[in-house]
């Protein structure tokens, strides 16, 4: 897994900061986390190809999370995409798309498929071979959910000089990484325990923003390998935090703490600071792995 | 009057164009022209204060030239705004501005007042005392206007040293100003024309995008002192511009000709091209007053 931080800041843009939008690679896949105003720039500028977004999940309908959707989707028809595009967002995300591709007599060439979401409790939104999509249903001042990007479980890997010592024909490594004993020629059977390898661990990521402190999603990012928890705010600011639905670095780092992530990526920091050195250094009070979004990065998971 | 412009690029972004967004300057108003995405962006790079636009015009609901105004009217209402907006665009723009601030529960705390079009003959559509505004119906894929901004005849100019050889009281000057001759303490009668000078002839520019070549509108844009008109292709794709609504460089410099302005100046130009000397040259074997628009840059009318 890859994320490509195309924008972490708040709204109020400044010239040189972006609103909302990250592209999660999984293997050949691509999914788009939020769409601010200026994500397809942003795309460009980062190399993302835009051929190969296929999914989008919208976390709410606020204007720095989604104001670059209606672009984006008009871009897609300007380069003649055929393929389907799937949309994941809170009701209300077809009815603004549809009228907007209605008013600009616009509409797609290819197919725009929504999936709309008003459930408050956690669910599956998403799942193919290689990995499942869960919402995280959080606390803002209008319906949000953050999502949960799980890899499902690999096959074991095959153990290379393990079959070569035993004599084992290719034939039988397909056998053998999906999981099944030998038997030697001389009649031994070899456990498959004894010619494969542990596969790399499944990831997890979870995004979460815009939120409230909420320990209510502590059971659901349990353990994964990133957490991404917005950070608008510093903890000076804690009273303006739970006013406007967001959380300070101290917060993010209790979540993370309370769920023994892996590692803490903080974002969606309010324009008003000028540096983000004290995110960082206030969050790693209470939790030690701390990792600043920065526009234009890439992380691996 | 001083035109800045934001974007004057097509849609289909690259890294470093912008799509259609202009502020017209006249005296102490700005003047928002269209809004792609990314225009708030564009208005802080180039120093424009956000609380001196008071009126936005749009020339028609395609996305690169109206998809940046959900998001400069939320970030006027997070930097306090307190003075009306006032919006001018095809009959939809309300619906869609609507439908988005109710998504996001974002109404504005400040008078959003929209006037929506939908004449298809040219029409006043705002008036103060220096200026006025009227529309220029244009043809193009949907309803689409163009904007001629007039400015109004000013008063004529005291002749500082023609009343001061007179020997005439400060106490009179703004009646001069307003238009009076005067009597002198000898009882000689002065002609106003002896004691002013000719104001500054009034202004008026016009902006012509996205249009079809159409001669239609000479006579509205007759003798501006600048035209801006869409020239999205070069004329080896005349075809092209035809079937998509659009004009090349040499048929904006033939309406140039006909309407016998000033200035031309050209944008709107596809992103297909890498160089933009090719649209003078086309044009100005037509016309020879071409400027090629900039984005960043500003042009005295």
């Known amino acids: 897994m890859k994320l490509h931080i195309l924008g972490c800041y708040a709204a109020t843009p400044k010239t040189m900061t972006h609103p909302t939008a990250q592209v999660l690679e999984i293997k050949n896949q691509l999914f788009l986390i939020d769409c601010g105003e200026g994500t397809q720039v942003e795309m460009r500028r980062n190399n993302i190809r835009f051929a190969r977004i296929q999914r989008i999940f919208i976390s709410h309908l606020h204007g720095d999370h989604f104001f670059g ?111 099944a004993d030998i038997t030697l020629e001389d009649g031994r059977r070899v456990a498959n325990k004894q010619l494969t390898l542990d596969p790399n661990p499944p990831r997890r990521y979870a995004y979460c923003s815009d939120t409230s402190f909420d320990p209510t999603i502590v059971p659901i990012v349990r353990g994964v390998d990133m957490l991404y928890h917005e950070a608008t705010f510093l903890d000076s600011e804690e ?46 009070t209470i939790f030690p792995g701390v990792v600043l979004a920065e526009e234009g990065k890439a992380y691996e998971i």
Request: charged share 25%; proline share 5%.
């Open 69 to 179: 959707l209606p672009g984006l989707i008009a871009t897609f028809r300007l380069l003649g995409r055929e393929k389907e595009l799937h949309i994941y967002g809170p009701k209300g995300v077809k009815e603004a798309i549809t009228l907007l591709l209605k008013l600009g007599n616009s509409w797609t060439d290819y197919p725009l498929i929504f999936h709309e979401l008003s459930s408050s409790e956690p669910e599956c939104i998403y799942e193919d071979a290689q990995l499942k999509v869960q919402t995280i249903p959080l606390k803002h001042r209008i319906y949000t959910n953050g999502f949960l990007f799980s890899e499902k479980p690999r096959p074991r890997k095959l153990h290379i000089e393990a079959v070569k010592k035993f004599g084992i024909d290719k034939a039988y490594y397909r056998k053998i990484k999906n999981g």
């Open 239 to 284: 009273v303006l935090a739970s006013k406007t639905g967001h959380s300070t670095a101290r917060q993010a780092a209790r979540i993370a703490q309370q769920a023994a992530v892996g590692q803490l990526l903080l974002g969606h920091y309010s324009t008003r600071y000028k540096s983000l050195e004290p995110f960082r250094a206030e969050a790693e």
